[in-house]
């Protein structure tokens, strides 16, 4: 909380690795940089959900939804037919959107809560797909739309505009992308860093940890667990528009139930409650998939896609993989990739792990401090 | 009127068909304080096994083993894997719900490439006949799904009522702890939980691609899903609350479907997310549900 | 040491319940309790087990609705208000089996100190100036008091590794935190070895010398009841049989034969 290190020190890692990642488009092809533009739109999306399923202890499974409304948010007011506004206020307005359609949903995220707000939101996943199909006039039905693509001052980042060129790199939609995305993360990444430190996220995990405690410290519990629901729904909408920009089409069935699956694979395998964890689990289980596509020929059982019946495509190699991580991290790693990482850097350090020794369970992550059978006692006394 | 007796029979047989699948969830909530998301892939299991055995052992022979196959995949699933996620912690049930999602995306990805782009056939005895009741006529499969369904739900009942499983059950259920403590065995208890729940759901799945359905098609499990709704809007823990929510569930997707032609405003297909339209608008008047007993303020 | 509460209000509003009723289906767990907490004194509510204790007090910090009766701090209603609100007023508490959050004693102590911060989502995500100096301000006088509770050296450690003893300080120092004018502490010296008791007896008596706020004490640790309370109100299968200071209650006969005459072997130990 106050770290005695002087900041440029305690920044230098961080300064670092942002210039690393602007200078990649020198030196990458499209291939990985798309790789990279839709790690770091999942990761928007996955900080998102991790707030609300890591930190708050609400579970979501309606984050495509969210994802969807920000897309087609997006596509609609900036394009034809819509009003045709300016692409960036589009997707400012897109994102407020997807805020306003979580904050629609409430009265049942207010007052639902842990695992059984999982349930209530699936309902958000089938009907919102259900929408996307009907609503032909805004969404263009079964096929979707095309996506203008976001205009900044002059600067188009697609390929349409005035040929570019960088120290010798043409910049391609990608590259031109990539920058975009850069920026949307780091804003991403801040904001929500904010948040978990400061008052609302200290609020958030008391409201998980004990909803009892919370509660007599003075946190109004349905406000706050509505608002983890409206930020949260946010950042999906902002995921929503980069991925929009990025795959130039938005079509109904991609915002399906296993997308928001997904994201819930994210961020348990990235280790629940933490944005660098969020950020990992999302460069790994959107990463995966295109990766064994492109390598599918030199890997053992893996099929290259659509040879024939029965064998394993990439897809389902990596859908295989990401499921038996969830389970094996949950079984014994419960903190995720998050958690490994700073256990392996405090030992590097020669000193105790700053994560609990229990491991963060998921979605309620409950605590070792709690005496078990207490709080479980405690809640029911509270619930006459 | 034939209409309305039309939609009426084929949303109760629908609903008998959910009350099959929610019933589980409510006996695996009541056991172990999991939601179980895998029934979607356990309901897959089943539909798959009949598909792939009818022709050899014939359809009898086929869902008795898919029943007991499945069941015994439950339990397993339940002993092998969830008991041992959580551990202390004490929101484990949470931790394990989360772990069954990571099981279905493995089984449904490997069932979902076993079944390919096909339609599996079941082989049903009923196949696509149907009979006359006075003014309607109505398929033979909703009528073994209704009839079926009532003996496998009567059957249901009665364990929870006349068994020592049944009476611990409800002992876990109102305080895992307190009832531990009498000695009731609750790892026992709630992988019977499991098989029970994986052995209904295998039965819920040969009506759920029955005619009119056209047969097992991958994204078949995704119905289980439905069955959702039904179980959140009997409260979660109340046997009786899923087969009244069921029931509410199977009929409001049927009229909805019935009447498509009167409600276009919702669009083509509406019927099929409808039960979930149903569940929004219930909580957002009872958070808790319908028939939410003491545990209200879980839900 | 100087005192942490900033709060100027002079002595805190007397904390008045008349006639709290509470059932839960049909067991009376409290029936027509009655007692004042004089402004600024140490209130004791003992009794044996399941005598309401615990009930009593989740009727003060608003986590159950009683079926009758009212709670009134000075002109505050308090039955009718959700938990949050009452924090608000001043009313924080600890809970007999320890509640904290994840993180450090930091984290913990900042959760305290809520509802007398400000900063929302926007300001938070934005780390706003005053959103930053807030978080500074309010982080000192939680070391403050950390310090005041003795937990200064433990002020960045996860709470998860403390002794038993430490983590159920971290409460009371969480308590404190919300700047009460009334204190409920439930059992906040049970589980303790008996160098903790003392210290944490100690604690209790110093907060309330320096800070002057009411508290509300519910202990079976008659050492630490004798010593400390003004006024206690004894408690027997949720009606309340006894009133009076420590002296007069324990000479009162039904007190003895309803608490002290059954479990004094206990309280002992």
């Known amino acids: 909380m106050s770290d005695p290190r002087p900041h440029l020190l305690k920044r230098g890692p961080l300064l670092l690795t942002a210039l690393l990642l602007c200078a990649l488009p020198f030196y990458l092809d499209a291939f990985w940089l798309r790789i990279g533009l839709f790690s770091m739109a999942a990761a928007i999306g996955a900080v998102g959900l991790g707030l609300l399923s890591g930190t708050a202890g609400q579970l979501s499974l309606g984050h495509a939804f969210f994802l969807a409304v920000g897309a087609y948010g997006y596509v609609w007011l900036a394009g034809e037919p819509g009003p045709g506004l300016p692409p960036a206020v589009a997707l400012v307005l897109a994102v407020l959107l997807a805020g306003a359609a979580g904050g629609l949903f409430s009265p049942v995220a207010g007052r639902v809560k842990g695992i059984y707000l999982g349930v209530a939101t699936l309902a958000l996943v089938f009907l919102g797909h259900h929408v996307l199909l009907t609503a032909d006039s805004v969404t263009g039905g079964f096929n979707g739309r095309s996506v203008p693509p976001l205009e900044l001052g002059g600067f188009t980042f697609a390929e349409s505009g005035p040929e570019l060129t960088v120290l010798g790199v043409p910049f391609g939609a990608e590259e031109r992308l990539w920058y975009l995305g850069l920026a949307l993360f780091a804003v991403t990444w801040f904001t929500a860093r904010g948040l978990l430190r400061g008052r609302p996220g200290r609020a958030l995990v008391a409201l998980r940890d ?46 399906s139930l296993a997308l928001s699956v997904d994201y819930l694979a994210m961020i348990v395998i990235g280790g629940l409650g933490s944005v660098a964890g969020a950020t990992a689990g999302a460069v790994f289980v959107t990463a995966l998939p295109l990766l064994m596509t492109r390598y599918a020929d030199q890997l053992p059982l893996v099929a290259a896609p659509g040879s024939g019946d029965g064998s394993i495509g990439p897809t389902e190699a990596s859908r295989y993989l990401y499921g038996a991580a969830i389970v094996v991290i949950l079984l014994y790693a419960p903190d995720g990739l998050h958690g490994l990482a700073s256990r392996t850097r405090a030992r590097l350090r020669r000193r105790p792990p700053a994560t609990r020794p229990g491991g963060t369970g998921p979605v309620t992550a409950g605590t070792a401090t709690h005496a078990t059978s207490d709080t479980t006692a405690r809640a029911k006394e509270h619930t006459p | ?214 047969g097992l098609e991958r994204t078949t499990g995704q119905i289980a899903l439905k069955a959702f709704p039904a179980a959140i809007l009997g409260g979660m823990t109340s046997p009786v609350g899923a087969l009244v929510g069921s029931m509410l569930i199977g009929l409001t997707e049927a009229f909805v479907a019935g009447y498509q032609t009167d409600l276009h405003v919702l669009g083509e297909g509406f019927g099929d997310v409808a039960p979930y339209a149903v569940m929004v608008l219930v909580l957002l008047v009872r958070p808790a549900g319908l028939f939410a007993a003491k545990g209200a303020a879980r839900v | 040491m100087t005192a942490p509460a900033a709060r100027t209000a002079p002595a805190p509003p007397a904390l008045d319940v008349r006639g709290v009723t509470v059932r839960f289906a049909g067991l009376l767990a409290l029936d027509d309790v009655s007692f004042t907490v004089a402004p600024g004194t140490v209130h004791a509510v003992i009794g044996p087990n399941g005598a309401g204790k615990s009930t009593c007090f989740n009727v003060l910090s608003g986590l159950y609705r009683p079926t009758a009766g009212t709670v009134r701090l000075g002109a505050a209603e308090l039955t009718r208000l959700a938990p949050h609100r009452i924090a608000a007023l001043g009313v924080a508490r600890t809970f007999q089996n320890i509640v904290t959050t994840q993180g450090t004693v930091a984290d913990n102590l900042m959760l305290g100190r809520h509802a007398l911060s400000h900063s929302g989502f926007a300001a938070s995500a934005l780390r706003l100036p005053r959103a930053v100096r807030e978080q500074r301000e309010h982080l000192a006088k939680a070391r403050e008091i950390a310090e005041l509770t003795g937990l200064g050296a433990h002020f960045d450690s996860p709470v998860a590794l403390l002794s038993y003893g430490d983590r159920k300080r971290v409460e009371l120092a969480r308590a404190l935190c919300l700047e009460p004018r009334v204190l409920l502490l439930d059992e906040p010296v049970a589980g303790m070895n008996a160098a903790e008791r003392t210290r944490t007896t100690r604690v209790i008596g110093e907060i309330r010398a320096e800070l002057g706020l009411s508290v509300v004490l519910v202990e079976h640790d008659m050492g630490l009841v004798m010593r400390l309370a003004d006024e206690v109100t004894v408690l027997d299968f949720g009606r309340a049989i006894a009133h009076g200071t420590p002296d007069e209650v324990r000479r009162e006969p039904e007190v003895l034969r309803a608490y002290l005459g059954t479990t004094t072997g206990e309280d002992a130990a």
Do not use: N
Request: aromatic residues 8%.
């Open chain 2, 1 to 214: 009127m034939t209409g309305f007796l039309d939609s009426l029979l084929g949303g109760l047989a629908l609903g008998s068909v959910y009350a099959l699948i929610a019933l589980g969830f409510v006996t695996i909530f009541k056991a172990s304080g999991v939601l179980s998301f895998t029934h979607g892939s356990l309901l897959l299991l089943g539909g798959y096994l009949v598909a792939v055995l009818h022709d050899d052992i014939g359809f009898a022979g086929a869902l008795a083993v898919a029943v007991l196959v499945t069941a015994a995949a439950a339990g397993a699933l339940d002993r092998l894997v969830l008991q041992r996620a959580g551990g202390t912690d004490p929101h484990a049930a949470h931790v394990q719900t989360i772990v069954t999602i990571g099981v279905d995306i493995v089984l449904v990805t490997d069932l979902a490439r076993r079944i390919g782009g096909d339609l599996l056939p079941l082989g049903d005895p009923w196949g696509s006949a149907v009979t006359d009741l006075g003014p309607v006529t109505v398929a033979d499969s909703r009528i073994a799904a209704i009839l079926v369904s009532a003996v496998a739900i009567g059957g249901a009942f009665a364990l929870f009522r006349f068994t020592p499983w049944g009476l611990s059950l409800r002992a876990a259920a109102e305080d895992r702890e307190a009832a531990a403590l009498m000695g009731v065995r609750l790892t026992r208890v709630r992988t019977a939980a499991w098989c029970l729940a994986g052995g209904l759901a295998a039965l819920a799945a040969v009506f759920l691609v029955a005619f009119p359905a056209p």
């Open chain 1, 210 to 255: 004990s909803e009892t405690a919370a509660s007599v410290m003075g946190v109004h519990v349905a406000r706050y667990r509505s608002a983890a629901f409206v930020v949260s729904s946010m950042y999906a909408g902002l995921a929503g528009v980069l991925l929009a920009l990025s795959f130039r089409r938005v079509v109904p069935d991609y915002f």
